[in-house]
């Protein structure tokens, strides 16, 4: 199926904060139960150690995504706790304080941080989880050049794909929205208001998870991105991971500098 650059609802300025938040809080709370991500652990711990990098920079981090499971995960194999910072160009202010909240090293930036220009001053290996879906060619090229640049390390990861059993299955998104939204902590007004009786919550989460099988990029899109890139002493994995439970695959990017 042939990548489309349309719209998700969520990376409008004017889309009001309960809406983006009530879809990453949704998405943050499906990947921390169902930990599809857990089979990119192994991959990603050696890969940060591999490039001896310090810390960790998520972009795009939205409700903090799988990084609560996964900091769990990565830590259980590690010797040495390695800090997370998590940014979005959108904070999500209340889910920041929910993360923080769990005592990990995982801290949430307050200001806005456009994964297309991260300020110098964020040295660390940069991560991105179900986001980089969100980028055209040309910025998405630019994402990596960013990090070939400042000489980071950097690892992208995607649950869609634009398979379309995949796409299909975007039409359940509203019946999940709706059977997992009361476990979704701290229990917000705004989320049953806006998921129960005027339903904007589940609709534009099938409209986005729509979109966003339709714009993620194949391994094959990813491995052309990195040909132009200069640094050639980066090393580069791309591929697919099958889901440790359940059908799908997470695809993946990882690029850093050899030490
Ligand atoms: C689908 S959400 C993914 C959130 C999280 N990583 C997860 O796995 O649940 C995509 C996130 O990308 C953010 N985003 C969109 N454009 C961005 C940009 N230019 N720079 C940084 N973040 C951006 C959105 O605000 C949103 O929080």
Redesign the pocket.
């Known amino acids: 199926m042939q990548r489309r650059q349309w719209l998700e609802i ?2 409008q300025s004017w889309c009001p904060a309960f809406l ?1 938040d009530g879809m ?1 809080d949704y ?2 709370h499906v ?1 921390t139960v169902m930990k599809p991500y857990k089979c990119i652990a192994p991959r990603l711990q050696q890969s940060i150690s591999a490039a001896k990098a310090e810390c960790v920079v998520d ?5 903090g ?2 990084w609560l499971s996964l900091y769990r995960t990565l830590m259980e194999r590690s010797e040495e706790k390695i800090p997370v910072l998590l940014t ?3 904070p ?1 202010e209340k889910a920041a304080r929910k993360i923080e909240d769990a005592a990990l090293e995982i801290r949430y930036a307050r200001i806005p ?4 220009r991260v300020p110098e001053s964020l040295t660390g290996f940069r991560t991105m ?3 980089f879906h ?1 980028f055209p060619p040309s910025q998405a090229q630019a994402i990596l050049e960013d990090a070939v640049r400042q000489r980071q390390g950097i690892g992208i990861f995607e649950l869609t794909s634009r398979q379309p059993a995949q796409v299909l299955s975007m039409i359940l998104v509203p019946l999940f929205v709706l059977l997992i939204t009361p476990f979704i902590r701290p229990l917000r007004l705004s989320r049953l208001v806006f998921t129960y009786l005027l339903p904007l919550i589940p609709v534009a989460a099938t409209f986005d998870g729509i979109v ?1 099988c339709l714009r993620t990029y194949t391994p094959d899109e990813l491995r052309e991105m990195t040909l132009s890139l200069e640094g050639s002493d980066y090393q580069w994995q791309i591929g697919q991971e099958k889901l440790l439970k359940g059908p799908g695959a997470v695809t993946y990017l990882i690029g850093y500098p050899m030490p």
């Open positions: 969520e990376d983006r990453t998405l943050q990947v972009l795009g981090s939205g409700g995504g799988p979005d160009r959108f999500n941080v456009d994964a297309t989880f179900s986001s969100h966003s």
